[in-house]
C-alpha cells in the first residue's frame, strides 16, 4: 500500500524523474555529462563484475549452458587467487580446460535446489573452511 502511495501526486505536481537529468529520453547524453563535471566516471558493467570478483571471499560460478561471460569471470577469479565453486545441471557444459576441477552436479527443481545447497555447505565447510 504504502509504495502505491508514493506513486500518487496532488494534482498540479509532476513526477521529478520525467524532467532533468534523469529524463529517460534524455539520460543516455546528461548522466555522462553529470559524471564529467563531477569529476567521475560512470562504472561499466565490468567494473562492477570487478569489484564484486575482489570482494568476494568465494566465487560460485554456474557453468550450466556454456555461458561465455561465466567462463570470463572464472578465469578473472583464478587469475586474482578466489576461491571458485563450479556448479552445472550437465556434466557436458564444463569445458574440458576445467573439467580437472571438482564441480557440483545439480537440478533444476524444488528438491534438487535443496540439494545442491546442501552439497554446496558440505563441500565449502571440506574444501575451504569457511
Not at 568476494?56 to 550450466?64: E, G, K, P, S, V
Not at 545439480?106 to 563441500?123: A, M, N, S, V
Request: glycine share 6%.
Amino acid at each position: 500500500m504504502r509504495r502505491f502511495l508514493l506513486h500518487l501526486l496532488p494534482e498540479g505536481f509532476v513526477r521529478i524523474r520525467n524532467f532533468g537529468f534523469r529524463a529517460n529520453r534524455k539520460r543516455a547524453t546528461t548522466l555522462p555529462l553529470c559524471f564529467q563535471l563531477l569529476g567521475a566516471a560512470p562504472q561499466t558493467d565490468m567494473d562492477k563484475v570487478w569489484d564484486g570478483i575482489c570482494a568476494a571471499q568465494l566465487i560460485l560460478a554456474d557453468c550450466t549452458q556454456e555461458n561465455a561471460n561465466v567462463f570470463y569471470e572464472i578465469g578473472l577469479a583464478h587469475a586474482v587467487g578466489k576461491k571458485v565453486v563450479l556448479i552445472t545441471r550437465s556434466e557436458k557444459d564444463i569445458p574440458s580446460d576445467l573439467n580437472h576441477f571438482d564441480y557440483i552436479s545439480y537440478f533444476f527443481d524444488p528438491e534438487g535446489t535443496e540439494q545442491l545447497i546442501e552439497k554446496l555447505r558440505t563441500f565449502i565447510k571440506s574444501r575451504f573452511k569457511l
